[in-house]
C-alpha cells in the first residue's frame, strides 16, 4: 500500500497564472476526493468522483477550477487564473465506498501560494 | 457544512487519558460519527468511526451517548505524537457521503 501521492507538494506562483495539481489515489480505490485547507480551517470538500465520473462539486469550485479522472484512476485539478484567495493546501483523499463504510485516506497535499 | 461542535483547544498530561467532547445534536439515525486527526503539516488521518455502539481499535475508544447527540473519543495514553487537530465528523449515508470536517479541536499532550 502506497497511500496517496500528490504532486506537487508546494507550487508558488504569480496571480493570473494556471495552476495544476495531480492525485494519485490507493490503486484499488473507485471514489477520489479533493479538498481545500486554509490556514486555521479544517478541511473544505470541493468535489468527489466515483470512478471516471465526477458526482459532486462544491460551490466552491468556482468555473476557474477544473478536476478531471480521465481513466477513474489519477485525478488532476486544475487552477485556472490564479487569484491570491487561491493560497492554500488542496488535499485529495480516496476510499474503497462500501455502504457503511468508506472511510478517507488521505495525501499529504499540495500547497500552493500565489504571490 | 459541519453539523458537529467541539471545543477549540484542550491540553492532557502525557500518559493520561485525552477525552474529547463531540455535541451533534441534529444526528440523524443513519448518520455515521467519525473522528479523524490532522497532525500539522500532514493530510487527515482516520481514527474511528460509529452509528450507536461504543467501538475500539487500537488507537481509540468512540462512546456515543444513549441519544446520539454527543460523543467522546477517547485516547487512553497520550503521548506527544498525539498532539494534533482532532475532527468530529457526522458523515450522511448516501450517494453523497462527503466529510464536512469543521475546525476541530486541538489537543496539545503536555510532557
Known amino acids: 500500500d502506497t497511500g496517496v501521492s500528490q504532486d506537487p507538494r508546494h507550487k508558488i506562483t504569480k496571480r493570473g497564472q494556471n495552476v495544476t495539481f495531480r492525485c494519485d489515489p490507493i490503486?484499488?480505490?473507485?471514489?477520489l476526493y479533493w479538498y481545500r485547507q486554509t490556514l486555521g480551517q479544517g478541511p473544505e470538500f470541493l468535489t468527489y468522483f466515483q470512478n471516471e465520473a465526477q458526482l459532486e462539486k462544491s460551490r466552491l469550485l468556482s468555473d476557474r477550477f477544473s478536476a478531471e479522472r480521465p481513466k477513474g484512476s489519477f485525478s488532476t485539478l486544475e487552477i485556472q487564473r490564479t487569484e491570491q484567495g487561491d493560497s492554500a493546501m488542496y488535499l485529495c483523499?480516496?476510499?474503497?465506498?462500501?455502504?457503511?463504510?468508506?472511510?478517507?485516506?488521505f495525501g499529504e497535499g499540495s500547497r500552493l501560494t500565489v504571490l | 457544512d459541519a453539523k458537529t461542535t467541539q471545543p477549540p483547544s484542550m491540553d492532557c498530561a502525557e500518559g493520561r487519558a485525552a477525552n474529547l467532547p463531540c455535541n451533534h445534536s441534529?444526528?440523524?439515525?443513519?448518520?455515521?460519527v467519525y473522528w479523524y486527526r490532522q497532525i500539522h503539516s500532514q493530510g487527515p488521518q482516520y481514527i474511528i468511526h460509529g452509528l450507536k455502539n461504543n467501538e475500539t481499535n487500537e488507537m481509540a475508544s468512540l462512546i456515543i451517548t444513549e441519544d446520539r447527540k454527543s460523543s467522546t473519543l477517547i485516547l487512553p495514553h497520550a503521548t506527544l505524537r498525539d498532539t494534533a487537530v482532532y475532527y468530529c465528523i457526522v458523515r450522511v449515508e448516501g450517494t453523497g457521503n462527503q466529510f464536512y470536517f469543521g475546525t476541530g479541536t486541538s489537543l496539545t499532550v503536555i510532557p
Open positions: 483523499a480516496s476510499s474503497r465506498w462500501t455502504e457503511n463504510t468508506g472511510e478517507l485516506f
Open positions: 490503486s484499488e480505490h473507485n471514489r
Open positions: 441534529t444526528i440523524s439515525g443513519n448518520e455515521y
